[in-house]
Antibody, heavy 124, light 107 residues
Framework: EVQLVESGGGLVRPGGSLRLSCAASGFTFSTSSMGWVRQAPGKGLEWVSSMSGSSNYIFYADSVKGRFTISRDNAKNSVFLQMNSLRAEDTAIYYC?????????????????WGQGTLVTVSS | DIQLTQSPSFLSASIGDRVSITCRASQGISSFLAWYQQKPGKAPKLLIYAASTLQSGVPSRFSGSGSGAEFTLTISSLQPEDFATYYCQQLNSYPVTFGQGTRLEIK
């Protein structure tokens, strides 16, 4: 059974940092693209970042570029999101996702599994 | 960036109704579109990808169609568990974008 379990969320002051972790199990992690999607309270979905299994391809939303860094440890079946210079508008539930389905000729793989999410609140 | 616009943003329907939600892209994206369902307090769930391919385990009353810049999600006969918010997502290119969502409620 595929499982994604996020941790590391919490309350942080504007300008602060936080590191989210996602522990994966139930599939071959090292060959799977992984990503993060967030959802501000009462709002829609916003993609944040994605990383290929080999770490060769990394993408960020413009809203977080230069502040957030995605990484992964294939030996520990984990993916991380280092968030620096946090702003109030980064307040959201952050979901870890597996982008596991290959759509022929598509650049993006859909998110076929989602974690339960971890809440990040940026407030003074 | 590719913009996705869903219509309607809100839909009220009854059990057994057939409903459709439209997603329009700001440029052609071939068939590179996915649909998700999200229930309150839960993570989204993948329903359809590549515009019309049903994800494993998703009931056959859900279907997707379209290509280019206009896509449709159809639920053939609404069941109580289908009342949720639906999002489209383009798979054509990064940065990934989602539609703003369509909230489906019981009439």
């Amino acid at each position: 059974e595929v499982q994604l379990v996020e941790s590391g969320g919490g309350l942080v002051r504007p300008g602060g940092s936080l590191r989210l972790s996602c522990a994966a199990s139930g599939f071959t992690f090292s060959t799977s693209s992984m990503g993060w999607v967030r959802q501000a309270p009462g709002k829609g979905l916003e993609w944040v970042s994605s990383m290929s299994g080999s770490s060769n391809y990394i993408f960020y939303a413009d809203s977080v570029k230069g502040r957030f860094t995605i990484s992964r440890d294939n030996a520990k079946n984990s993916v991380f999101l280092q968030m620096n210079s946090l702003r109030a508008e980064d307040t959201a539930i952050y979901y870890c996702v597996r982008q596991g389905i290959v759509v022929v000729a598509a650049a993006v793989r859909p998110a076929d599994y989602w974690g339960q999410g971890t809440l990040v609140t940026v407030s003074s | 960036d590719i913009q996705l616009t869903q219509s309607p943003s809100f839909l009220s329907a009854s059990i057994g109704d057939r409903v459709s939600i439209t997603c329009r892209a700001s440029q052609g994206i071939s068939s590179f579109l996915a649909w998700y369902q999200q229930k309150p307090g839960k993570a989204p769930k993948l329903l359809i990808y590549a515009a019309s391919t049903l994800q494993s385990g998703v009931p056959s009353r859900f279907s997707g169609s379209g290509s280019g810049a206009e896509f449709t999600l159809t639920i053939s006969s609404l069941q109580p568990e289908d009342f949720a918010t639906y999002y489209c997502q383009q798979l054509n290119s990064y940065p990934v974008t989602f539609g703003q969502g369509t909230r489906l409620e019981i009439k």
